[in-house]
């Protein structure tokens, strides 16, 4: 919904001028139901049951009496189809988010490619955390992981990441050392041997 339409629906709701009504979107960050109920709390809101009552006669009063619309059921109750909303609401920025923070993957400083956080997330639900055991195999073979972007792309984030390409190296370095130094022995072994033999 543009912007435009949104500040139509909510003049339609409260009695407001097109500046109170950008004023609350903007407030809100464009979120139409919360700007509704700052609105409400602001009194500018028109109470629809008494709006409706003034607006009937006595006969449309009897059978609105007589239909569920005339029953009170308070403003705070929350529906399904709200709930829903607000999920796909939440996850519809989270997703967002997600578009606009890379992980980037690069070997030797040079970036070999980034990938979006929500494509990440995908590929690890869809192939059961198989992308996660590659980015630590990964790390044993020099590649190092960086996040950049408007939410994640922070000092702390990268922090821990630089620290686990740290834990990769000194575990490869032991490693490393201890395979040297179980071929030497192995070298002395056979010295041992071959000068025993002569």
Do not use: C
């Not at 097109?18 to 509704?36: F, G, I, K, P, V």
């Not at 059978?63 to 609401?89: C, H, M, N, Q, W």
């Amino acid at each position: 919904m543009e912007h435009i339409e949104m500040m139509e629906k909510l003049r339609e709701k409260a009695n407001i001028s097109y500046e109170e009504a950008r004023a609350a979107l903007e407030q809100t960050n464009w979120d139409l139901l919360d700007a509704m109920v700052l609105l409400e709390k602001e009194g500018k809101v028109n109470d629809e049951r008494t709006a409706r009552k003034a607006s009937y006669s006595t006969k449309n009063e009897k059978k609105e009496k007589d239909s569920y619309a005339s029953y009170d059921i308070p403003r705070d109750t929350v529906g399904v189809g709200d709930l829903f909303s607000r999920f796909f609401k939440f996850l519809g920025k989270i997703i967002g988010k997600g578009n606009q923070n890379y992980l980037n993957i690069t070997k030797n400083g040079e970036l070999m490619f980034g990938i979006p956080i929500t494509i990440f997330v995908i590929l690890v639900l869809i192939f059961a955390g198989i992308p996660f055991v590659l980015l630590i195999v990964g790390l044993f073979f020099g590649y190092e992981y960086s996040v950049s972007g408007p939410e994640l792309g922070r000092d702390e984030v990268n922090n821990v990441m630089n620290k686990a390409s740290e834990v990769a190296d000194s575990i490869k370095e032991e490693f490393k050392d201890s395979a040297a130094t179980k071929k030497q022995e192995k070298e002395a072994r056979k010295e041992a041997e071959a000068g025993e033999d002569a």
